[in-house]
């Protein structure tokens, strides 16, 4: 594990670079895109749970898959982008292994930075999460929920982790400190503020009981490792379930293979979570 604190002495380049992902992986948005192509495919041929709305706007809204039984789990996915980029229309594909098992999956988004805040983000995912359990039952999803992320996804998932709704998370390649991000570029479109920086950090927030598979790839950039090593080396230091899974070979893009597929490391421990 990298030092804890050695980011605060970095400048504001070396701390951007720390966290670009797409400048570590090149072929990061051709495999974005090779996602986006195929997730367009998969929503032609199931359209009817497509734009669910729980809010006013088109990006407050679902796609929800329902299982053949509505008492199947179900797999919720967050899209990545960190908070400012990608939508869920774009990633409908990471959940067809999810799928081919038999289980329902819903993927929600929420408005974008810098049109919306981290503490809107926020409210709007848990809003979705209330819209999910009031409505999910008449939609055809009913069962146990694993609340799943990427990236900024991960972060949501983790902290939505507490939400009635969610039986389990798995948070994958997470931003569980916010602190760091106030001093990149990223911060130009969310604006963070050291008020949002400790109400919307899991890192430092109360460490839920529900158990939590945090995951990354084994080859990712070593902030992205040291923020899920830490949150849960802290989430174990309190007794609450829930491995640390590093991903062999896999770097921030690669890693959603292994939740895409039905045979992946990754949905093999979402399912692992519903037996903790």
């Not at 819209?131 to 998932?157: C, E, M, R, T």
């Not at 709704?165 to 106030?182: C, E, F, K, R």
């Not at 829930?242 to 990754?266: I, W």
Request: net charge negative.
């Amino acid at each position: 594990m990298t030092d804890s604190n050695a980011w605060r002495g970095w400048d504001r380049a070396t701390l951007s670079a720390a966290y670009n992902n797409n400048a570590a992986v090149p072929t990061g948005s051709e495999t974005v895109e090779g996602w986006a192509a195929a997730s367009a495919t998969l929503r032609a041929a199931r359209p009817e749970g497509l734009d669910q709305l729980y809010g006013s706007t088109p990006r407050q809204g679902w796609d929800l898959f329902p299982a053949a039984r509505a008492d199947a789990p179900c797999l919720v996915f967050i899209h990545g982008g960190y908070w400012q980029r990608n939508s869920r229309e774009r990633f409908t594909c990471i959940v067809e292994g999810a799928l081919a098992r038999g289980w329902s999956a819903a993927l929600p988004s929420h408005t974008l930075a810098p049109d919306a805040s981290m503490t809107v983000i926020a409210a709007e995912m848990r809003q979705a999460m209330d819209w999910l359990q009031a409505n999910g039952p008449a939609k055809g999803i009913a069962g146990p929920v694993v609340l799943s992320g990427w990236s900024a996804g991960g972060h949501l998932a983790a902290l939505l982790a507490d939400h009635p709704a969610v039986t389990a998370a798995l948070a994958i390649s997470g931003i569980h400190d916010l602190g760091p991000i106030q001093g990149t570029g990223l911060n130009d479109a969310l604006q963070l503020t050291a008020e949002e920086i400790a109400a919307f950090s899991p890192q430092f927030l109360p460490v839920s009981p529900k158990p939590i598979t945090v995951a990354y790839g084994a080859e990712e950039l070593p902030e992205l490792r040291r923020q899920s090593q830490e949150f849960h080396a802290r989430r174990a230091a309190a007794g609450a379930p829930g491995p640390l899974l590093a991903v062999e070979g896999a770097d921030h893009f690669s890693v959603l293979d292994h939740l895409r597929r039905p045979d992946g490391a990754l949905l093999a421990a979402a399912e692992s979570l519903l037996r903790a």
